[in-house]
């Protein structure tokens, strides 16, 4: 019996436990295939971009996955629980269309060799690169952190030594601000706004998009930098007990306790296998232990090592003290998001059993995320926007989770959302003059908004996905109609077969003269699209572990 495929994601983007070989292949022949069968490829035919185009590109060989932007295999009924999204792909060719010409393929066992299935976190931690952005920043910031806190113990930073905990706050504040949707949104508009000219070098944009995408290396790095900092302060107190209270030594032994514990459950493969369980350690060991460091912070301010004791008169000292004006902003940037919760009504339409329609009130800018819940203080979803920036917004929701696939068995009237929306990488196309998006499967629901209103970037629009009208609906399918042939590629693989989306998206950049690429698709066929537009010299974007 085939075991359960289960599910992860990070910010809005879903990964697939199960290992899987690349995600763009063709698949193995089955004992129901006839032996002299072949596979074959599609000639390219100039048609209106509202319709359905064929590409040119020779089908790739490798297995796909179960994203919610996948392309994916069909299935049986039977096996439809476990991979809700496994119908959003392959399928026949029609037989009113054009038959193409076969071509042979390699054998089974040439092709295993070739491409070994590999596992979802390695392609997310290691295929993505050794010395990624990401990474980078994590060892630039942790070599500071260490550099520092050598020196301090080696008493060559007195001012480190003596504030201690005041670097293990900065910490904390570090990674806030690197999570914030607030301050981010603000950080993002401020790029666009500032990069956004014709004049700016193209390599400043895109090391600008590059360390935005990877701030999460910052936020992680400074997770560990806090706890040595706060291990660094608890030894020299307790070197020094007559000068502090068991309260505060408490106090502080408990926030290590779980500060270690959020970055443990944030260890990727922790977090990679039991995502629930990270979110919600997160979420709650984080806010205790804000309110513990207010305890702390005021207990520290208050306490006379002289008298042993507490003063009462300590407003004065506290305004005067960093560390009270570093919890303070940490405070305020947690709850900002938290104060914007609202539940709202919402319509709810399910085109096929695989995805969802959200629709809700009010108009939003393009490359915009939002979150959604059934219940807030249990989980959060993140799903792309489509908006025409006037008087309503949808989201797009695959059916691949309880929560997904309860919008199409049982349509909620009102869910919890966050009125702060986030800014995500697809934001940042509109820092750019021309630029190509990639999408496979309901992928496509954060790019939509590019070609519903007005931009200051010119876009192409590739997407790849099965079934365009029975899986997504008419409205989707209409959405993408009615735009001039060179800006909207749609490749239906019901009726087109797989195409290799690398090489078609190589193919597509440089007829729209795309100054970037940016993709939304799985972990591998992200990542096989950003390598190949790279490869052809065009840089490329698409989502990263911890983006």
């Not at 514990?261 to 990270?278: D, G």
């Not at 070609?451 to 993408?480: D, H, R, T, Y």
Request: aromatic share 10%; glycine share 6%; with cysteine.
């Amino acid at each position: 019996m085939q075991s359960p495929v289960r599910f992860s994601s990070c910010r809005g983007v879903a990964f697939e436990i199960k290992p899987r070989a690349d995600p763009f292949s063709i698949t193995e022949p089955t004992e129901t295939e006839p032996r002299g069968s072949k596979r074959f490829w599609l000639t390219w035919v100039q048609s209106n971009s509202s319709k359905i185009v064929p590409s040119s590109i020779q089908r790739s060989m490798s297995l796909p996955s179960s994203h919610f932007c996948d392309l994916d295999l069909d299935i049986d009924d039977e096996d439809e629980d476990e991979n809700a999204l496994e119908m959003l792909e392959e399928g026949s060719t029609d037989e009113g269309k054009e038959k193409p010409i076969p071509i042979p393929i390699e054998s089974t066992s040439k092709r295993e060799q070739a491409s070994k299935p590999d596992s979802r976190l390695s392609v997310i931690l290691l295929d993505q690169g050794l010395f990624t952005v990401y990474k980078r920043l994590f060892v630039v910031c942790l070599a500071l952190n260490m550099t520092a806190l050598v020196l301090a113990a080696t008493r060559n930073f007195s001012y480190a030594r003596n504030r201690a905990v005041l670097f293990s706050i900065a910490n904390i504040l570090a990674l806030t601000l690197c999570r914030s949707e607030v301050f981010l949104r603000v950080v993002f508009w401020l790029a666009v706004k500032l990069l956004g000219r014709s004049w700016i070098p193209l390599p400043i944009k895109t090391a600008t998009t590059s360390f935005l995408q990877s701030l999460g290396g910052i936020h992680s790095s400074c997770g560990i930098s806090s706890v040595a900092w706060l291990i660094y302060a608890l030894i020299l107190t307790l070197k020094n007990r007559e000068k502090t209270s068991p309260e505060i030594v408490a106090v502080a032994s408990t926030i290590l306790s779980l500060l270690c514990i959020s970055c443990l459950a944030a260890f990727p493969l922790v977090r990679h296998l039991h995502h629930n369980i990270f979110e919600r350690t997160h979420r709650f060991a984080g806010w205790t232990s804000l309110g513990l460091l207010w305890a702390f912070v005021v207990l520290t301010i208050s306490y006379d090592p002289k008298t042993k004791s507490y003063s009462d008169q300590i407003v004065s000292k506290l305004i005067k003290q960093q560390e009270f004006w570093f919890t303070v902003a940490i405070t305020v940037l947690i709850i900002i998001p938290w104060v914007t919760v609202r539940r709202v009504p919402v319509r709810v339409s399910a085109p096929s059993g695989h995805a969802s329609v959200i629709k809700f009130e009010g108009g939003v800018k393009s490359g915009i995320f939002g979150r959604i819940s059934p219940s807030p203080f249990s989980e959060w979803h993140a799903f792309g926007i489509i908006s025409d920036g006037k008087s309503e917004h949808m989201m797009l929701a695959g059916a691949f989770g309880d929560f997904t696939k309860s919008l199409v068995s049982n349509p909620p009237s009102h869910l919890w959302v966050r009125q702060v929306h986030f800014a995500g990488l697809p934001y940042l196309v509109n820092m750019y003059n021309r630029v190509l998006l990639v999408a496979t499967g309901s992928g496509i629901c954060v790019f939509l908004s590019f070609l519903l209103q007005p931009s200051s970037a010119n876009v192409c629009v590739l997407w790849v996905a099965k079934g365009i009208e029975q899986n997504f609906g008419k409205e989707i399918k209409e959405m993408m109609s009615g735009h001039p042939k060179d800006k909207v590629i749609v490749h239906d693989t019901a009726v087109l077969g797989r195409p290799n989306v690398s090489e078609m998206s190589v193919e597509a950049a440089k007829k729209w003269g795309a100054e970037v690429a940016i993709v939304t698709s799985n972990p591998e066929g992200s990542r096989d699209v950003v390598n190949s537009c790279k490869s052809a010299g065009i840089p490329a974007f698409g989502p990263i572990w911890d983006s």
